[in-house]
């Protein structure tokens, strides 16, 4: 039996504990956020234009986001080695600028339901005019564990610092 990582217990717990089914769209994703454990969402505006938040989303999340990541754990009583395959997707109209992110355990964590095409959503970000040089920004994602990740992306959002967050850090 593998142990589980202190870092792993709110991912976990999320999948399982908040659905019995896990969300096969990023729309599924958006209506399980607000009930699940260990997940939420929060809405904010940048004193920047829809276009150009875009544009960054377009640019950034493939830059930063289309990761693989390994981790090992190791203590007295067991060795893991977790590998993760991050997928970003950016898909922008001109109502809305939508940033998903999907996580693919390649080897270490066993998928307790059906993993969506991509892998599992992990965050989910849209963005929309809110008037001249103003866009309103809604996130949705876990509430514990993933801080550089959700940061990077309101830095994303506002033009203020555009670095890639740390994904070993998740």
């Not at 960054?56 to 590998?83: D, G, H, M, W």
């Not at 307790?112 to 963005?127: I, K, N």
Request: net charge positive; proline share 7%.
């Amino acid at each position: 039996m593998r142990a589980l990582t202190p870092w792993m217990l709110p991912a976990v717990v999320f999948m399982v504990g908040c659905v019995t089914q896990h969300p096969q769209t990023a729309e599924e994703f958006r209506k399980a956020v607000p009930g699940a454990a260990f997940a939420k969402t929060e809405t904010f505006e940048v004193n920047r234009d829809f276009r150009d938040v875009a544009k960054t989303f377009q640019k950034r999340a493939p830059a930063c986001l289309n990761v693989t990541v390994r981790v090992t754990s190791r203590t007295s009583t067991s060795y893991q080695v977790i590998v993760t395959d991050y997928k970003p997707t950016v898909i922008v109209n001109a109502q809305r600028a939508e940033l998903h992110l999907q996580q693919h355990h390649a080897q270490g964590v066993m998928n307790v339901t059906q993993e969506p095409p991509g892998g599992y959503y992990l965050l989910v970000a849209d963005a929309f005019p809110a008037g001249k040089k103003k866009t309103r920004v809604q996130w949705y994602g876990p509430s514990v564990g993933f801080e550089p990740l959700i940061q990077a992306v309101k830095n994303w959002a506002s033009g203020k610092n555009l670095g890639c967050p740390d994904m070993t850090k998740l």
